[in-house]
């Protein structure tokens, strides 16, 4: 295989697994990795036009009771994160999207924990009624499996628009180790369903999960992920992003995913997936790798887990005593605006 042909051929049709595959082993140093942004970035362009898309964010709809925790998760570093207290009131849910559509949203995605048993269907149920009557935004329900496949049909016909229900591996055994408290099959069971359905699908790699230093990368894992998700005519977003090591958390002293790899990954998915949505568009690399969906826009939560992952100075809008939108529109479109990208309208 020769890596210039492959990108050639690339810029007229999806390429194949095998060539995936290649890419990832052959891009290695800066020159290559520049190719295969141009590339990802010529895709994108004529595929979906140089446009931006936006995905608001509101957590929590429902706790995390998932036991033990996922090692990596964010409760190792702070209990309160995905607790009771954070979880928004039906009001407080009212409000929220209301907001984002009077702010000019078009889709948001309702985040929360695990909430195992009766009580996380039920509570999922609810949180997917008061958003859907609310608002016209698009809604995209993100609590892992709060819920179970039979109540997806309920949740469609509520108006749910899509469902994240992440894998952020293809490898079960990884998985397993790595969320010991979760279940792949049910989360795959649950995506599969969504499919079926005519739900649509987002689902999320992470680059470097489960990894250890010295390891190499397992890019047979990162493409088998691609081609599981290309098989679903209703897959229209891939969120890629690196692992993070969670302070406190069992995996602390594991090394972070690599950012090289993250968007190395990104600019391949571009090329197998062509005209989906694609995270990474709120910098600059994310932008070059071909990505085009800006994600956590306008993000409302409880004020004391209020969203602070952006660089730059960001206001905090009050929206109820204890609710708060960060509000960091300009900043996360600022660098696609100086690309000259469209931000979505
Ligand atoms: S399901 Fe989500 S919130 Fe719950 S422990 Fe796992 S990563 Fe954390």
Known sequence: MDFDKILKEALKREISPKEA????????????????????????????????KLMGFICCITPCNTDPPCKYCFRWANERLFSEEAVLSDDELEIAVKTLEERGLKRVELGGGTLWGEEGRQRTL???????????????????????????????????TGIACNLETINEAVFSKMRPGD?????????????????????????GL?????????YEDWVNFFYYFKQFKNLRIIEIHPFRPITNSPVQDWPAGSEFESEKARAIARLIFRNIDISGGNYLTGLLAGGNLIMHCLPITKK????????GHVRLVDLSPNLALVDNLQLITRTAREMGMEIEQ
């Not at 800066?30 to 010529?42: D, H």
């Not at 004391?304 to 660089?311: D, G, L, N, S, T």
Request: overall charge positive; charged content about 30%.
């Open 183 to 207: 279940n792949f099959q049910l989360r795959k069971a649950i995506i599969e369903a969504s499919e079926r359905l005519g739900l649509q699908i987002d689902n999320t790699l992470m680059i």
């Open 126 to 160: 609810r949180a997917v009624k008061v958003a859907c009557k609310s608002s016209r935004l698009e809604i995209w329900i993100n609590n892992g499996p709060s819920y179970r496949v039979e109540d997806l049909p309920q949740m469609k016909k509520l108006g749910v």
């Open 21 to 52: 595959l290649f890419l990832f082993r052959k891009t290695q140093n800066w020159e290559r990795l520049l190719q295969l942004f141009k590339t990802a970035c010529r895709v994108r362009d004529d595929e979906i036009g140089r446009e931006c």
């Open 304 to 311: 004391f887990r209020a969203w602070r992952e952006h660089r």
């Open 210 to 218: 489960g990894q250890q230093a010295g390891q190499p990368h397992p």
